[in-house]
């Protein structure tokens, strides 16, 4: 029974994701660069994970393949590339990013089928306007390509960051709502340009 709880957390956890990308609306209005940053990250991501899994499915290793895909989509997709993307309430998204997050959306979904193929088949119909030729399960599958170690690497360290400032919060019984000053020593090497995410998640004024 907790393995079916899992599941239809998963597949409601697709279905949030879907609702919250398809309430975006669209304007003419310039990229920020916490999103790009996001994109060309969760990029690299997808082209790792994706070599990952097909060597999982090479090797008739299905459960892994599956919980490989699980943890892209939960964790990587849903908790963190959609924060990233996520406009201020009531404000619009860049058009280039939000054909962006609907193509890798989409690949997610090429992901998802062998192993969810009613769910991740219902979604793609929805995703787009498309005729019967245009269905998911004849789709292609998606092309590994390079991944970026230095966007990896540099993703990994600015995630720590944002989860210590946000446990630090949750200690001191901070609000969120609340910008904090943040004091660095920069001794890691990590290109400052990552700074954008960590002022935008963990709400840092300076």
């Given at each position: 029974?907790?393995?079916?709880?899992?599941?239809?957390?998963?597949?409601?956890?697709?279905?949030?994701?879907?609702?919250?990308?398809?309430?975006w609306e669209?304007?003419?209005?310039?990229?920020?660069?916490?999103?790009?940053?996001?994109?060309?990250?969760?990029?690299?991501?997808?082209?790792?994970?994706?070599?990952?899994?097909?060597?999982?499915?090479?090797?008739?290793?299905?459960?892994?393949?599956?919980?490989?895909?699980?943890?892209?989509?939960?964790?990587?997709?849903?908790?963190?590339?959609?924060?990233?993307?996520?406009?201020?309430?009531?404000?619009?998204?860049?058009?280039?990013?939000?054909?962006?997050?609907v193509?890798?959306?989409?690949?997610?979904?090429?992901?998802?089928?062998?192993?969810?193929?009613?769910?991740?088949?219902?979604v793609?119909?929805?995703?787009?306007?498309?005729?019967?030729?245009?269905a998911?399960?004849?789709?292609?599958?998606?092309?590994?390509g390079?991944?970026?170690?230095?966007?990896?690497s540099?993703?990994?360290?600015?995630?720590?960051?944002?989860?210590?400032?946000?446990?630090?919060?949750?200690?001191?019984?901070?609000?969120?709502?609340?910008?904090?000053?943040?004091?660095?020593?920069?001794?890691?090497?990590?290109?400052?340009?990552?700074?954008v995410?960590?002022?935008?998640?963990?709400?840092?004024?300076?």
């Amino acid at each position: 029974e907790g393995l079916c709880q899992q599941g239809k957390n998963f597949a409601n956890k697709i279905w949030n994701a879907f609702r919250l990308v398809k309430s975006w609306e669209p304007a003419d209005i310039p990229q920020p660069e916490s999103a790009r940053l996001g994109i060309d990250w969760y990029r690299a991501r997808l082209n790792e994970t994706l070599g990952e899994i097909e060597d999982h499915y090479a090797k008739y290793r299905i459960s892994d393949a599956l919980m490989a895909t699980y943890k892209l989509v939960w964790d990587d997709f849903c908790s963190w590339l959609l924060e990233i993307l996520k406009p201020a309430y009531g404000a619009p998204i860049d058009a280039k990013s939000l054909e962006a997050v609907v193509g890798l959306f989409e690949d997610n979904l090429k992901l998802l089928h062998p192993v969810m193929p009613f769910l991740s088949e219902e979604v793609w119909q929805h995703m787009r306007s498309r005729t019967p030729e245009e269905a998911l399960i004849v789709a292609s599958w998606p092309e590994a390509g390079a991944a970026d170690e230095a966007l990896l690497s540099g993703f990994a360290f600015t995630r720590e960051v944002i989860s210590a400032i946000r446990n630090m919060r949750k200690e001191k019984n901070i609000p969120f709502k609340d910008a904090l000053d943040l004091e660095v020593l920069d001794e890691e090497g990590v290109p400052r340009s990552w700074d954008v995410l960590i002022r935008k998640l963990a709400n840092i004024r300076e």
